[in-house]
């Protein structure tokens, strides 16, 4: 396996807050699948949770190249929870197809997030 590319991405929680508020079940259904959304919404912050999930789907696009747009859509990339806690990424849809196209094998995802702040970042492999 050889790194097809590494992405990072740092997130204000407040910015994710007030789009919440200000666009509610609109915006959270554009970004984030229902899986995501059904987290998120059980935590005691849940803003934080939603500023590090979208961090992590930014920090996918850049290490695909992609950025969210023609090859990628927000909710092609789903953020969810190994039973040990582990972040892990699934990609669905266009996301998937250029996965597949680029020979793409796993993708790891590292998520942070304090009062004020979410960051994530990623490594994607692919095949040599």
Known sequence: MMIFGIGIDVVEVERISTS?????ERFC????TRAERDYCDRQKRPAMHYAARFAAKEAVAKALGTGIGQDLGWLDVEVTRRDSGEPEVTLSGDGEKFAQANHITQIKISLTHAQHYAAANAVVLCEA
């Open 20 to 24: 919440m508020d200000e666009f509610g």
């Open 29 to 32: 259904s554009r970004i984030f």
